[in-house]
Nanobody, 124 residues
């Protein structure tokens, strides 16, 4: 079992930055590929970014490429999402997720554990 707890969300003006953190329980964090997803009101949950178990490879949605950076610290059992140049359309609840395996995973169905989410609101 892996429990995930996100933090770092909040209200920020367009053009600003936030860093989300996701703390994982358990001693096998390094065995999981990790990802960030988001869900805006009235929309489906969408992929944002993913990282392999070692942190050696990452993948981003087009909407995040060049603005967001996913990283992880396996010693701290934590994955991060640094978000820069935020736009109002980035407003959503952001979820981290863990997938058994060493790859990065792009589909929500590939993930085994989910956090409760943290709200990010970007004002114009």
């Amino acid at each position: 079992q892996v429990q995930l707890v996100e933090s770092g969300g909040g209200l920020v003006q367009a053009g600003g930055s936030l860093r989300l953190s996701c703390a994982a329980s358990g001693r096998t964090f390094s065995a999981y590929g990790m990802g960030w997803f988001r869900q805006a009101p009235g929309k489906e949950r969408e992929f944002v970014a993913a990282i392999t178990y070692s942190g050696g490879s990452t993948y981003y949605a087009d909407s995040a490429l060049g603005r967001f950076t996913i990283s992880r610290d396996n010693a701290k059992n934590t994955v991060y999402l640094q978000m820069n140049s935020l736009k109002p359309e980035d407003t959503a609840v952001y979820y981290c997720a863990a997938a058994r395996g060493h790859r990065y995973y792009l589909a929500a169905i590939d993930y085994d554990y989910w956090g409760q989410g943290t709200q990010v609101t970007v004002s114009s």
